[in-house]
């Protein structure tokens, strides 16, 4: 019968895992002329921060330039945060996908030139919805849009991982807990999900990852409940709009542009970072938007898209043979009508009555007795997961657990805004959690105009940190602005030609530092 593990040590299946593939580590490291024995092979950690399909794709050109250099099998393990683990779910899809980086580019193409019909994708949707007890707004964003930008839908699971990537980077996905984010438990927020195990990094509470929204009590499984599968871990990873300040921003500018609402909901006021009842001023928000939506829509004949919302309709009705009959929360339940604009109105209605309810998953520590985890986590039936980036966009707290001892972090940074907010961020937290990390020192020319390759130094126990963010006066120029205002996060799928230009652009930094790379890597073996 499975259990809630309380503790910090890793599992055995990630032990076994990395003792094969630090034979890898060492046959890469000599082949690049830096001996070691396997007691001095260093951990070196590859992290890709979020940014959407900008980090899937930048995380995808930094992956196969790595390989293509000799230094991807350096690395033991690979951990993301939102639109990167879009991309390391598209590669995990193949086994052994570091020893062929062929497989890389065949991702790559798929991401410029395949697709997912409408109808594959609201089939899916009525799947998690007639499967899911805890259906919430990340299956819809899982089955209906994710699929959009890695253009495939994955119905393999993350522990099918365990024996079919001895020879790649040990991988790890992470989210935070919401629930934990808005009640100020920054050690309890950060959770983590590997082939073998999912749970609270920083906290020590683990389940097997096939056992991960199952329903447990007092720390025993009682029903076990289908794992997720990569689609939806994907949707659950990405997440971005399961913030209510960015979800309203995405929903107002989407009303406003693609809709054609005129300014009509331009007075929308966004800013809820003060509001002292977030959720009772996000549901005033919502109905004003929701009317906006609503005035639109009796304009049904003259808008520009009732085109595209009648064929999703009719998809709808054609996908679903008779009404689903589980209710949700005591509020969804979406219904099929011949009449296509009632069934539209409604089921907008329904989705946005979510609007706050995403990534729910049954609470493995439900009534549990763990010292040292805070109680919070023991008390609820289920909790509330999304996108990491949320709380600080790239994965260091997942190669900062000290039980995985890594010496090397080459840290990916395809974020927007200040390119050197993630380290500088991380730095605060680190404090804050009393966990060893690299001082920071940057200027305000790195923020400005970043170069394409940082080293922070670690001392004691903290790792040294590689920081390359993607776009730098290296491989812009004069036109760092211009690509930084090209690429944005939120945005629709990139052409093949914008492919293209970015799988170029995030090439170029890893082509332009391997030495730089090697130098660091053979300081640490060095130092070992």
């Not at 935070?176 to 749970?199: M, V, W």
Request: charged share 25%; proline share 4%; net charge negative.
């Amino acid at each position: 019968m499975a259990q809630v593990r309380i503790g910090h040590s890793l599992s055995d299946g990630e032990k076994n895992y990395l003792c094969g593939r630090k034979l890898s580590v060492q046959k890469c490291l000599v082949k690049n002329n830096i001996p070691c024995t396997l007691s001095t092979v260093p951990n070196i950690a590859i992290l890709g921060s979020g940014g959407g399909q900008r980090a899937t794709v930048g995380m995808l050109s930094s992956l196969y330039q790595m390989g293509k250099q000799g230094l991807l099998d350096a690395a033991l393990y690979m951990s993301g945060v939102s639109g990167s683990t879009w991309c390391m779910a598209s590669i995990y899809e193949r086994p052994n996908w570091s020893s062929d980086i062929k497989q890389i580019q065949i991702v790559a193409e798929r991401l410029g030139h395949d697709s997912v019909s409408l109808m594959d994708r609201v089939y899916h949707l009525v799947k998690y919805y007639r499967e899911n007890k805890n259906f919430s707004l990340t299956d819809v964003w899982a089955a209906l849009v994710v699929p959009l930008f890695v253009k495939k839908i994955d119905p393999s699971t993350l522990s099918n991982y365990q024996t079919c990537h001895d020879k790649d980077p040990y991988p790890i996905f992470t989210v935070i807990n919401q629930d934990c984010k808005y009640g100020n438990l920054l050690r309890e927020s950060f959770f983590e999900l590997t082939p073998h195990e999912a749970g609270y990094t920083l906290a020590g509470a683990f389940v097997e990852t096939s056992s991960f929204g199952s329903i447990f009590n007092n720390g025993v499984l009682k029903k076990k409940e289908p794992e997720m599968d990569m689609t939806y871990l994907q949707g659950l990873c990405g997440s971005a709009p399961a913030d209510n300040e960015v979800l309203l921003k995405i929903l107002k500018e989407w009303l406003e542009g693609k809709m054609g609402l005129d300014g009509r909901v331009m007075q929308v006021n966004i800013d809820v970072k003060n509001s002292t009842d977030q959720k009772e001023q996000i549901q005033t928000l919502t109905s004003d938007i929701c009317q906006s939506f609503f005035d639109w829509i009796k304009d049904w004949d003259n808008s520009s898209v009732s085109e595209e919302l009648l064929v999703f309709v009719k998809t709808f009705e054609k996908v679903t043979e008779k009404p689903p009959d589980k209710p949700v929360d005591g509020n969804l339940s979406i219904n099929a009508y011949n009449e296509p604009l009632k069934t539209l109105i409604d089921l907008v209605k329904e989705l946005l009555d979510l609007l706050w309810i995403w990534g729910t998953n049954y609470n493995c520590l439900q009534n549990m007795e763990a010292p040292g985890v805070n109680h919070m986590l023991l008390k609820s039936e289920t909790s509330h997961f999304e996108d990491a980036g949320l709380l600080v966009n790239s994965p260091y707290m997942s190669a900062l657990r000290a039980e995985r001892e890594i010496d090397l972090i080459i840290s990916f940074d395809f974020s927007d805004g200040n390119p050197m907010e993630t380290v500088t961020k991380t730095l605060k937290q680190c404090k804050d959690l009393g966990i060893s990390f690299p001082a920071i020192n940057v200027t305000e020319s790195d923020v400005a105009s970043p170069k394409s390759f940082y080293v922070f130094k670690g001392v004691k126990k903290a790792p040294t940190v590689i920081h390359m963010p993607l776009f730098n006066i290296e491989n812009c120029g004069s036109n760092l602005e211009y690509y930084r205002q090209k690429y944005s996060t939120f945005q629709g799928p990139y052409s093949p030609e914008m492919i293209e230009e970015l799988t170029k652009k995030a090439g170029e930094n890893v082509i332009n530092n391997k030495d730089n790379l090697l130098r660091e890597i053979e300081s640490i073996v060095k130092q070992k």
